[in-house]
């Protein structure tokens, strides 16, 4: 990779968070304003300025034209196309004669936005310039990589230094612009000190006097990335992430051992995990997650059913195991690890995994709800409880609706800010509580 040359800082714009140019602004009365569709429900999206639509029915994963709104203040919205309910809503201020993207992400179910100011000085020829633009503040703080390799294996990213860590786990950021040579670049996102945690990988080839924009918006789970490469009054090529992540939860009664794989179209096989029962695995990355098949066995049982429910790309999960030895039956768990909105909270739930005659199961976490009536071998929805700051201290409580309590005043470090899944395990005659965060 070319050394790096630092240009124009990033900046804001009103009260949407923009990528501010080094060009100059006129005094015309007029802006030229586009949207970008990136998020991962909306088909079909409008765009109004004042109330009155401007552009129309932008597909997933596409830019608009360019509308000509005044100069000024001015209120921008995003509809579904031909709807009539806003679902996002800023009110930047728009310098005449300068370009903008109006770049519409999803975080969960909730549309947000982001501008991106188009008026950069153009590069030098036989120079380009890139910018990494980071929406996905929920997926924790991310180490980027921008080189000229072949992948974004951890053997790979070992022999190189990031291009930055995006650290504000609360606020939009991007780089500054970085001046490269024309070429095709690796871009590689993973987790803040983890190389293996891969959270991103794209491709990003640059001409001569081009400026493209890495825009990073989340997916569906919460720690995968998408990536749409912008071009400074160009075109938009985007890369859906195609992979999940699984973990492997196993609490099949009698101590066999579990273990877990996906195989794609009956030849390629990723290992989810393994182990003696109970147990509670990591993350595993898994490519081409829509198209793979998940294979199942338990020691004293061999093959388990697949599932019903399918991966889905961007998506994390829970590969959940449960039952008696000669008896397991398995489920495909859909986690989501986006922290709670309320910074003081912690976001809560339970997998039921208590063998034996447990019936269902209720949780509380200092003495607040976190799941009533739950099923075997099902988990409970996310419940965001009030949590400490300093010391974490959670008193947990685990009652059955056939054996009364089972496991009260549990006291365990449940931090602010954080997911955990509450994984009770083990026969109803001497439970246990797993905590994973």
């Not at 950021?173 to 987790?191: E, H, I, M, Q």
């Not at 409880?385 to 959670?394: P, Q, R």
């Amino acid at each position: 990779m070319k050394k790096l040359k630092w240009w124009c800082m990033v900046g804001l714009v009103a009260t949407g968070v923009a990528l501010s140019g080094c060009g100059s602004s006129d005094s015309s009365s007029s802006t030229s304003l586009r949207v970008l569709n990136a998020t991962n429900s909306h088909p079909s999206i409008d765009l109004l300025v004042n109330a009155v639509v401007a552009e129309s029915a932008t597909t997933t994963d596409a830019v608009s034209a360019y509308a000509g709104p005044a100069s000024g203040s001015n209120t921008l919205q995003i509809n579904d196309a031909g709807g009539s309910t806003a679902l996002a809503t800023t009110v930047p201020t728009l310098s005449g004669g300068n370009h903008y993207t109006v770049v519409a992400y999803e975080v969960g179910s909730t549309v947000k936005t982001a501008i991106v100011s188009e008026d950069n000085t153009t590069p030098t020829s036989g120079t380009a310039q890139m910018r990494l633009y980071n929406t996905v503040v929920n997926a924790g703080k991310l180490d980027a990589y921008v080189a000229n390799v072949a992948d974004c294996t951890s053997t790979t990213l070992s022999t190189l230094s990031p291009l930055t860590t995006f650290t504000s786990t609360t606020t939009v950021t991007a780089t500054t612009l970085a001046t490269y040579s024309p070429g095709t670049y690796r871009v590689c996102v993973t987790k803040n000190g983890d190389s293996s945690d891969l959270r991103m990988e794209l491709t990003v080839t640059l001409v001569s006097q081009q400026i493209a924009f890495v825009v990073m918006t989340p997916t569906t789970g919460g720690a995968l990335i998408n990536g749409s490469v912008l071009t400074q009054q160009g075109s938009n090529v985007a890369t859906r992430n195609t992979n999940a992540r699984v973990r492997l939860a196993a609490a099949v009664s009698g101590s066999p051992t579990v273990s877990a794989t996906a195989t794609l179209n009956g030849a390629t096989t990723t290992t989810i995990g393994g182990g003696t029962a109970p147990t509670f695995g990591y993350y595993v990355l898994v490519p081409n997650a829509a198209s793979r098949t998940l294979n199942i066995t338990v020691s004293s049982l061999g093959t388990v059913a697949t599932p019903a429910a399918t991966m889905a790309a961007g998506g994390d999960y829970t590969l959940l195991v449960y039952g008696t030895s000669a008896g397991a039956t398995a489920s495909l768990l859909t986690d989501d690890n986006r922290p709670p909105t309320d910074g003081s909270s912690v976001k809560l739930r339970l997998i039921h995994g208590v063998t034996g005659n447990a019936g269902n199961l209720t949780l509380t976490a200092n003495s607040a709800l976190v799941a009533s009536g739950l099923a075997a071998g099902t988990a409970s929805g996310y419940v965001a409880v009030a949590g400490n700051a300093s010391t974490g201290a959670a008193t947990l409580k685990l009652t059955s609706s056939v054996a009364g309590a089972l496991l009260t005043d549990i006291n365990d470090p449940l931090l602010v800010n954080n997911v955990y899944t509450i994984f009770a395990v083990g026969d109803v005659s001497a439970p246990q509580f797993i905590i994973i965060q």
